[in-house]
Protein backbone atom coordinates (compact mmCIF):
# COMPACT_ATOMS: atom_id res chain seq x y z
CA UNK A 1 0.00 0.00 0.00
CA UNK A 2 1.67 3.66 -1.17
CA UNK A 3 1.65 6.56 0.94
CA UNK A 4 0.13 9.95 0.64
CA UNK A 5 2.71 12.77 1.54
CA UNK A 6 2.20 16.24 2.10
CA UNK A 7 3.54 19.42 4.47
CA UNK A 8 1.45 20.33 7.25
CA UNK A 9 0.66 24.08 8.42
CA UNK A 10 3.92 24.71 10.75
CA UNK A 11 5.89 23.16 7.56
CA UNK A 12 6.44 19.31 9.10
CA UNK A 13 6.59 16.85 6.51
CA UNK A 14 3.59 14.27 7.21
CA UNK A 15 2.34 11.67 5.29
CA UNK A 16 -0.06 8.56 5.72
CA UNK A 17 -1.40 5.45 4.32
CA UNK A 18 -3.64 6.13 0.68
CA UNK A 19 -6.77 3.75 0.44
CA UNK A 20 -8.22 3.78 -3.04
CA UNK A 21 -10.68 1.43 -4.15
CA UNK A 22 -10.79 2.70 -7.75
CA UNK A 23 -7.17 1.82 -8.18
CA UNK A 24 -6.24 5.12 -8.11
CA UNK A 25 -2.05 6.40 -7.49
CA UNK A 26 -1.67 8.61 -4.77
CA UNK A 27 -1.79 12.20 -5.27
CA UNK A 28 1.68 13.83 -5.76
CA UNK A 29 0.45 17.09 -5.31
CA UNK A 30 -1.16 17.65 -2.18
CA UNK A 31 -2.44 21.17 -0.07
CA UNK A 32 -4.72 21.28 3.35
CA UNK A 33 -7.78 23.03 2.80
CA UNK A 34 -10.83 23.84 5.29
CA UNK A 35 -13.84 25.92 5.52
CA UNK A 36 -12.14 29.15 4.68
CA UNK A 37 -11.09 27.72 0.69
CA UNK A 38 -13.40 29.17 -1.49
CA UNK A 39 -14.94 26.63 -4.35
CA UNK A 40 -13.69 27.74 -7.47
CA UNK A 41 -10.60 27.78 -6.15
CA UNK A 42 -10.78 24.16 -5.09
CA UNK A 43 -11.84 23.58 -8.85
CA UNK A 44 -9.35 25.45 -9.99
CA UNK A 45 -6.95 23.34 -8.13
CA UNK A 46 -8.54 19.55 -8.57
CA UNK A 47 -8.40 20.92 -12.09
CA UNK A 48 -4.87 21.31 -12.20
CA UNK A 49 -3.89 17.89 -10.37
CA UNK A 50 -4.26 18.85 -7.00
CA UNK A 51 -5.77 16.85 -4.20
CA UNK A 52 -7.27 18.68 -1.38
CA UNK A 53 -6.84 16.91 2.02
CA UNK A 54 -9.60 18.88 4.26
CA UNK A 55 -9.11 19.72 7.48
CA UNK A 56 -12.32 21.74 8.30
CA UNK A 57 -16.23 20.69 9.25
CA UNK A 58 -16.65 17.32 7.22
CA UNK A 59 -20.24 18.78 6.81
CA UNK A 60 -18.37 22.00 5.13
CA UNK A 61 -16.64 19.38 3.06
CA UNK A 62 -19.48 17.42 1.78
CA UNK A 63 -21.07 20.88 0.30
CA UNK A 64 -17.43 21.49 -1.05
CA UNK A 65 -17.75 18.04 -2.70
CA UNK A 66 -21.39 19.34 -4.32
CA UNK A 67 -19.80 22.80 -5.42
CA UNK A 68 -17.27 21.00 -7.17
CA UNK A 69 -20.10 18.89 -8.99
CA UNK A 70 -21.93 21.59 -10.14
CA UNK A 71 -18.77 23.12 -11.71
CA UNK A 72 -18.49 19.94 -13.53
CA UNK A 73 -22.13 20.28 -14.79
CA UNK A 74 -21.55 23.24 -16.97
CA UNK A 75 -21.15 22.57 -20.56
CA UNK A 76 -17.73 22.78 -21.71
CA UNK A 77 -16.84 23.38 -25.85
CA UNK A 78 -16.59 19.83 -27.54
CA UNK A 79 -13.43 19.67 -29.64
CA UNK A 80 -13.76 20.15 -33.28
CA UNK A 81 -15.56 17.00 -35.65
CA UNK A 82 -11.90 16.73 -37.35
CA UNK A 83 -10.25 15.80 -33.53
CA UNK A 84 -12.68 12.80 -32.85
CA UNK A 85 -12.28 9.55 -33.80
CA UNK A 86 -14.76 8.61 -36.62
CA UNK A 87 -16.89 6.47 -34.53
CA UNK A 88 -20.71 4.69 -35.12
CA UNK A 89 -22.83 7.19 -33.19
CA UNK A 90 -23.60 4.67 -30.63
CA UNK A 91 -19.69 4.07 -30.13
CA UNK A 92 -19.20 7.97 -30.01
CA UNK A 93 -21.52 8.36 -27.32
CA UNK A 94 -20.69 5.61 -25.43
CA UNK A 95 -16.80 6.29 -25.36
CA UNK A 96 -17.34 10.22 -25.06
CA UNK A 97 -19.84 9.37 -22.18
CA UNK A 98 -17.10 7.15 -20.61
CA UNK A 99 -14.61 9.86 -20.79
CA UNK A 100 -16.98 12.36 -18.87
CA UNK A 101 -17.38 10.35 -16.08
CA UNK A 102 -13.66 9.39 -15.78
CA UNK A 103 -13.16 13.43 -16.02
CA UNK A 104 -15.77 13.90 -13.00
CA UNK A 105 -14.85 11.28 -10.68
CA UNK A 106 -10.83 12.36 -11.49
CA UNK A 107 -11.83 15.81 -10.15
CA UNK A 108 -14.11 15.09 -7.63
CA UNK A 109 -11.62 12.49 -6.30
CA UNK A 110 -9.26 15.04 -5.55
CA UNK A 111 -11.36 16.01 -1.77
CA UNK A 112 -9.41 13.75 0.30
CA UNK A 113 -10.70 13.00 3.86
CA UNK A 114 -8.25 11.35 6.89
CA UNK A 115 -9.07 8.60 8.93
CA UNK A 116 -7.70 7.24 12.06
CA UNK A 117 -6.79 3.52 12.19
CA UNK A 118 -9.90 2.63 13.57
CA UNK A 119 -11.43 4.30 10.60
CA UNK A 120 -12.68 6.81 12.55
CA UNK A 121 -12.75 10.17 10.86
CA UNK A 122 -11.17 13.09 13.18
CA UNK A 123 -13.26 16.30 11.58
CA UNK A 124 -16.36 18.16 13.13
CA UNK A 125 -19.39 16.45 12.62
CA UNK A 126 -18.30 13.34 11.05
CA UNK A 127 -21.01 10.68 10.29
CA UNK A 128 -19.80 7.20 11.89
CA UNK A 129 -18.54 5.33 9.12
CA UNK A 130 -16.69 2.57 10.73
CA UNK A 131 -18.74 0.12 10.19
CA UNK A 132 -18.93 1.08 6.25
CA UNK A 133 -15.03 1.46 6.11
CA UNK A 134 -14.39 -1.98 7.71
CA UNK A 135 -16.82 -3.97 5.33
CA UNK A 136 -14.88 -2.11 2.07
CA UNK A 137 -10.88 -2.20 3.65
CA UNK A 138 -10.59 -4.43 6.71
CA UNK A 139 -8.96 -3.62 9.53
CA UNK A 140 -6.44 -1.14 9.57
CA UNK A 141 -3.53 -1.08 11.86
CA UNK A 142 -2.56 3.12 11.06
CA UNK A 143 -4.17 6.44 10.02
CA UNK A 144 -4.81 6.65 6.45
CA UNK A 145 -6.83 8.92 3.77
CA UNK A 146 -9.13 8.53 1.12
CA UNK A 147 -10.94 10.53 -1.00
CA UNK A 148 -14.77 11.99 0.43
CA UNK A 149 -16.58 10.96 -2.81
CA UNK A 150 -15.37 6.92 -2.16
CA UNK A 151 -16.27 7.58 1.64
CA UNK A 152 -19.53 8.41 0.30
CA UNK A 153 -19.76 5.35 -2.08
CA UNK A 154 -18.48 3.18 0.96
CA UNK A 155 -21.68 4.95 3.06
CA UNK A 156 -24.05 4.08 0.18
CA UNK A 157 -22.70 0.28 -0.47
CA UNK A 158 -23.00 0.14 3.36
CA UNK A 159 -26.82 1.06 2.99
CA UNK A 160 -27.48 -1.24 0.23
CA UNK A 161 -25.89 -3.76 2.38
CA UNK A 162 -27.99 -3.41 4.97
CA UNK A 163 -31.47 -3.29 2.94
CA UNK A 164 -30.48 -5.56 0.30
CA UNK A 165 -32.10 -6.53 -3.31
CA UNK A 166 -35.59 -8.33 -3.29
CA UNK A 167 -35.58 -11.26 -5.05
CA UNK A 168 -39.11 -12.85 -6.19
CA UNK A 169 -37.94 -15.77 -7.50
CA UNK A 170 -36.06 -17.00 -3.95
CA UNK A 171 -39.18 -15.08 -1.88
CA UNK A 172 -35.81 -13.63 -0.25
CA UNK A 173 -33.54 -11.10 -0.47
CA UNK A 174 -29.90 -10.62 -1.91
CA UNK A 175 -27.43 -8.29 0.01
CA UNK A 176 -24.23 -7.16 -1.96
CA UNK A 177 -21.21 -6.49 -0.22
CA UNK A 178 -19.28 -3.38 -1.51
CA UNK A 179 -17.37 -4.21 -4.54
CA UNK A 180 -19.79 -7.07 -5.99
CA UNK A 181 -22.43 -6.66 -8.49
CA UNK A 182 -25.99 -6.20 -7.19
CA UNK A 183 -28.43 -7.76 -8.94
CA UNK A 184 -30.77 -4.79 -9.34
CA UNK A 185 -31.37 -5.99 -12.93
CA UNK A 186 -34.03 -8.86 -11.85
CA UNK A 187 -34.73 -9.93 -15.67
CA UNK A 188 -31.76 -11.95 -16.23
CA UNK A 189 -32.60 -13.60 -12.98
CA UNK A 190 -36.27 -14.34 -13.54
CA UNK A 191 -34.68 -16.14 -16.79
CA UNK A 192 -33.02 -18.52 -14.91
CA UNK A 193 -35.68 -19.17 -12.65
CA UNK A 194 -38.19 -19.61 -15.68
CA UNK A 195 -35.94 -21.76 -18.06
CA UNK A 196 -36.57 -25.35 -18.34
CA UNK A 197 -33.47 -27.30 -16.05
CA UNK A 198 -32.07 -30.45 -17.74
CA UNK A 199 -34.10 -33.51 -17.20
CA UNK A 200 -31.94 -35.37 -14.02
CA UNK A 201 -30.06 -32.92 -13.36
CA UNK A 202 -28.38 -33.39 -10.02
CA UNK A 203 -24.92 -31.04 -10.55
CA UNK A 204 -24.82 -27.44 -11.68
CA UNK A 205 -21.78 -24.89 -11.96
CA UNK A 206 -22.65 -20.99 -11.31
CA UNK A 207 -19.69 -19.86 -13.24
CA UNK A 208 -18.51 -16.58 -12.03
CA UNK A 209 -21.28 -16.63 -8.93
CA UNK A 210 -20.87 -13.01 -7.25
CA UNK A 211 -23.75 -12.62 -5.09
CA UNK A 212 -24.57 -15.90 -4.96
CA UNK A 213 -27.74 -15.40 -6.76
CA UNK A 214 -27.83 -17.55 -9.93
CA UNK A 215 -26.43 -20.59 -7.22
CA UNK A 216 -29.72 -19.78 -5.06
CA UNK A 217 -32.12 -19.76 -7.61
CA UNK A 218 -31.09 -23.74 -8.84
CA UNK A 219 -30.97 -24.46 -5.55
CA UNK A 220 -34.31 -23.28 -4.62
CA UNK A 221 -35.33 -24.94 -7.67
CA UNK A 222 -34.24 -28.57 -6.75
CA UNK A 223 -31.00 -28.95 -8.05
CA UNK A 224 -29.35 -31.33 -5.49
CA UNK A 225 -25.78 -29.66 -5.65
CA UNK A 226 -24.30 -26.54 -6.76
CA UNK A 227 -20.92 -25.33 -7.12
CA UNK A 228 -20.32 -21.85 -7.13
CA UNK A 229 -17.20 -20.62 -8.35
CA UNK A 230 -15.55 -16.89 -8.52
CA UNK A 231 -11.81 -16.04 -8.24
CA UNK A 232 -12.75 -12.79 -6.04
CA UNK A 233 -12.52 -12.81 -2.34
CA UNK A 234 -15.16 -10.09 -2.32
CA UNK A 235 -17.61 -12.05 -3.61
CA UNK A 236 -17.22 -15.57 -2.14
CA UNK A 237 -17.51 -13.92 1.60
CA UNK A 238 -20.88 -12.03 -0.08
CA UNK A 239 -22.15 -15.26 -2.08
CA UNK A 240 -21.48 -17.20 1.04
CA UNK A 241 -22.99 -15.00 3.29
CA UNK A 242 -26.07 -14.57 1.21
CA UNK A 243 -26.31 -18.68 0.72
CA UNK A 244 -26.40 -18.74 4.71
CA UNK A 245 -29.17 -16.18 5.18
CA UNK A 246 -31.23 -18.17 2.83
CA UNK A 247 -30.70 -21.97 4.08
CA UNK A 248 -29.28 -23.12 1.12
CA UNK A 249 -25.59 -23.79 1.66
CA UNK A 250 -25.60 -27.48 2.61
CA UNK A 251 -26.64 -27.39 -1.75
CA UNK A 252 -23.86 -25.37 -2.52
CA UNK A 253 -20.28 -25.24 -2.77
CA UNK A 254 -18.43 -22.06 -3.28
CA UNK A 255 -15.43 -22.94 -5.10
CA UNK A 256 -12.09 -19.57 -5.75
CA UNK A 257 -11.76 -20.66 -9.50
CA UNK A 258 -10.87 -18.67 -12.52
CA UNK A 259 -14.00 -19.67 -14.84
CA UNK A 260 -14.53 -23.78 -14.04
CA UNK A 261 -13.88 -25.73 -10.97
CA UNK A 262 -11.48 -28.60 -10.95
CA UNK A 263 -12.71 -31.05 -13.52
CA UNK A 264 -11.24 -33.95 -11.89
CA UNK A 265 -12.96 -33.24 -8.36
CA UNK A 266 -15.87 -32.15 -9.44
CA UNK A 267 -16.42 -33.97 -13.00
CA UNK A 268 -19.47 -32.93 -15.17
CA UNK A 269 -22.13 -30.74 -14.79
CA UNK A 270 -25.65 -31.28 -16.72
CA UNK A 271 -25.93 -27.72 -16.01
CA UNK A 272 -23.53 -25.14 -16.16
CA UNK A 273 -24.81 -21.36 -15.68
CA UNK A 274 -22.46 -17.70 -17.15
CA UNK A 275 -23.58 -14.17 -16.46
CA UNK A 276 -20.28 -12.56 -17.94
CA UNK A 277 -20.44 -8.91 -17.70
CA UNK A 278 -21.92 -7.63 -20.83
CA UNK A 279 -19.94 -4.90 -22.05
CA UNK A 280 -16.22 -5.75 -23.96
CA UNK A 281 -14.52 -2.75 -22.55
CA UNK A 282 -11.49 -2.01 -20.49
CA UNK A 283 -12.59 -1.26 -16.90
CA UNK A 284 -11.29 1.94 -15.75
CA UNK A 285 -10.53 0.61 -11.85
CA UNK A 286 -10.72 -2.73 -10.31
CA UNK A 287 -14.36 -2.69 -9.65
CA UNK A 288 -15.57 -2.22 -12.73
CA UNK A 289 -14.57 -5.85 -13.66
CA UNK A 290 -18.04 -6.94 -12.72
CA UNK A 291 -19.37 -4.49 -15.86
CA UNK A 292 -16.62 -4.63 -18.18
CA UNK A 293 -15.14 -7.58 -19.90
CA UNK A 294 -11.43 -6.49 -21.38
CA UNK A 295 -11.63 -8.18 -24.98
CA UNK A 296 -14.73 -10.54 -24.17
CA UNK A 297 -12.15 -12.62 -21.73
CA UNK A 298 -14.74 -14.14 -19.91
CA UNK A 299 -17.56 -14.67 -22.37
CA UNK A 300 -14.68 -16.69 -24.43
CA UNK A 301 -13.59 -18.79 -21.84
CA UNK A 302 -16.37 -19.76 -20.95
CA UNK A 303 -17.73 -20.70 -24.11
CA UNK A 304 -14.51 -22.26 -25.48
CA UNK A 305 -14.15 -24.24 -21.71
CA UNK A 306 -18.01 -25.36 -21.59
CA UNK A 307 -17.73 -28.84 -23.72
CA UNK A 308 -15.12 -29.93 -21.67
CA UNK A 309 -17.56 -29.94 -18.32
CA UNK A 310 -20.96 -30.70 -19.78
CA UNK A 311 -22.06 -34.01 -19.52
CA UNK A 312 -23.76 -35.62 -21.77
CA UNK A 313 -27.02 -34.39 -22.40
CA UNK A 314 -26.36 -31.40 -20.34
CA UNK A 315 -27.09 -27.68 -21.00
CA UNK A 316 -24.86 -24.37 -20.68
CA UNK A 317 -27.05 -21.48 -19.81
CA UNK A 318 -25.62 -18.34 -20.86
CA UNK A 319 -27.02 -14.94 -19.75
CA UNK A 320 -26.21 -12.23 -22.31
CA UNK A 321 -27.26 -8.38 -23.11
CA UNK A 322 -27.28 -7.25 -26.71
CA UNK A 323 -26.87 -3.84 -25.30
CA UNK A 324 -22.44 -4.25 -26.76
CA UNK A 325 -24.25 -4.61 -30.57
CA UNK A 326 -26.10 -1.64 -30.07
CA UNK A 327 -23.18 0.54 -28.93
CA UNK A 328 -21.25 -0.62 -31.92
CA UNK A 329 -18.45 -2.48 -29.35
CA UNK A 330 -19.30 -6.11 -30.68
CA UNK A 331 -20.28 -7.04 -34.40
CA UNK A 332 -23.32 -8.46 -34.69
CA UNK A 333 -23.00 -12.07 -35.35
CA UNK A 334 -20.04 -12.32 -33.16
CA UNK A 335 -21.36 -14.15 -30.40
CA UNK A 336 -23.32 -16.98 -33.03
CA UNK A 337 -19.65 -17.62 -34.63
CA UNK A 338 -17.99 -17.72 -31.21
CA UNK A 339 -20.67 -20.14 -30.17
CA UNK A 340 -20.63 -22.62 -33.04
CA UNK A 341 -16.37 -22.43 -33.27
CA UNK A 342 -16.87 -23.56 -29.54
CA UNK A 343 -18.61 -26.70 -30.62
CA UNK A 344 -21.72 -25.89 -29.57
CA UNK A 345 -25.22 -25.21 -30.57
CA UNK A 346 -28.33 -23.06 -29.76
CA UNK A 347 -30.82 -25.60 -28.44
CA UNK A 348 -32.88 -22.44 -27.41
CA UNK A 349 -33.25 -18.89 -26.14
CA UNK A 350 -35.55 -17.22 -23.68
CA UNK A 351 -35.66 -13.33 -24.03
CA UNK A 352 -36.91 -10.19 -22.28
CA UNK A 353 -36.90 -5.95 -22.26
CA UNK A 354 -34.80 -4.19 -19.52
CA UNK A 355 -37.30 -3.13 -17.29
CA UNK A 356 -34.53 -0.28 -15.13
CA UNK A 357 -35.49 3.11 -15.72
CA UNK A 358 -32.61 4.37 -17.92
CA UNK A 359 -34.25 2.48 -20.69
CA UNK A 360 -36.78 4.70 -20.74
CA UNK A 361 -34.60 7.65 -20.10
CA UNK A 362 -34.84 9.85 -23.10
CA UNK A 363 -32.38 12.41 -22.11
CA UNK A 364 -29.80 9.94 -21.56
CA UNK A 365 -27.15 9.72 -24.44
CA UNK A 366 -27.13 5.87 -24.64
CA UNK A 367 -31.09 5.81 -24.87
CA UNK A 368 -31.32 4.59 -28.01
CA UNK A 369 -29.00 1.28 -27.16
CA UNK A 370 -30.81 0.68 -24.08
CA UNK A 371 -34.27 0.90 -25.25
CA UNK A 372 -33.37 -1.37 -28.10
CA UNK A 373 -31.72 -3.84 -25.55
CA UNK A 374 -32.55 -7.47 -25.01
CA UNK A 375 -31.51 -9.70 -22.03
CA UNK A 376 -31.49 -13.04 -23.23
CA UNK A 377 -30.60 -16.61 -21.64
CA UNK A 378 -28.94 -18.82 -24.25
CA UNK A 379 -29.13 -23.04 -23.90
CA UNK A 380 -26.09 -24.14 -25.39
CA UNK A 381 -25.70 -27.77 -26.12
CA UNK A 382 -22.33 -29.73 -27.02
CA UNK A 383 -22.50 -30.47 -31.03
Request: hydrophobic share 45%; proline share 7%; charged share 20%.
Amino acid sequence: MTRLHWTGADGQALSALWRSEAGVPAHTHVVLADDTMPANTAYKLACEGTALLWQGDFQNARHLLAALTRRLARPVKRASSASQPQLAPASQAFHLQRQQLAHRARILGMLLIPFEADHRIPLRRAPDAQQACLEAYGPSSEAYVASLRELLGLIGAHEWRKKGVEIPALQGRIHAHYGVFSPVRGEYVDLVAQAPIPSGTQLAFDIGTGSGVLAAVLAQRGVARVIATDQDARALACAQENLGRLGLLPQVELRDADLFPDLIRHGLASLIVCNPPWLPARPSSPIEYAVYDPDSRMLRGFLAGLRAHLAPGGEGWLIMSDIAEHLGLREPGALRQWIADAGLQVIGRLDTRPRHPKAQDRSDPLHRARAAELTSLWRLAAI
